[in-house]
């Protein structure tokens, strides 16, 4: 496999397949959440900070790169919490959802490459809001929402 085809991989139909990892980073019964750039695919849609897996980069290591260039934060990256594919009409996604938390002396997160940040409880996570991609890993993220704030 050539590395440009490590993170994008050509499926039967044609379509691109990006490998993304993301964040389910909760602090205070809330989780964290970056809003899409405009000019940006699905643009203005919320969605768990995270992005494209570089070729041969771990996936763990890339969503440490990516939530310090897009919110500036430090983060540890833990276990996988959900693995999703989803097909958009130009290309595909595998999304890898992992746990993370903030570093200690890290910094809020703010919106450095990204159009806004924000904290959200279980009942403002609406499907509407979000990428499609997204879509699946909600129920869980509110689960693990529930069982933070006991």
Do not use: N
Request: hydrophobic residues 45%.
């Amino acid at each position: 496999m050539t590395s440009s085809a490590q993170s994008e991989l050509v499926t039967p139909a044609g379509a691109t397949t990006v490998l993304v990892a993301a964040a389910i980073l909760i602090e205070d019964g809330r989780v964290l959440l970056t809003q899409r750039k405009r000019g940006a695919h699905l643009e203005g849609a919320w969605e768990f900070p995270g992005g494209k897996v570089e070729p041969g980069e771990d996936p763990r290591d890339a969503l440490a790169r990516e939530l310090r260039e897009e919110v500036g934060i430090d983060a540890a990256v833990g276990d996988i919490v959900e693995v999703t594919f989803h097909r958009y009409p130009m290309k595909a996604v595998l999304l890898l959802f992992y746990r993370a938390t903030r570093c200690t002396g890290s910094p809020e997160p703010r919106a450095l490459d990204v159009a806004d940040v924000r904290w959200a409880a279980a009942e403002a996570l609406r499907e509407d809001e979000f990428p499609p991609a997204d879509i699946v890993v909600l129920s869980k993220v509110r689960k693990l929402l529930a069982s933070a704030a006991r």
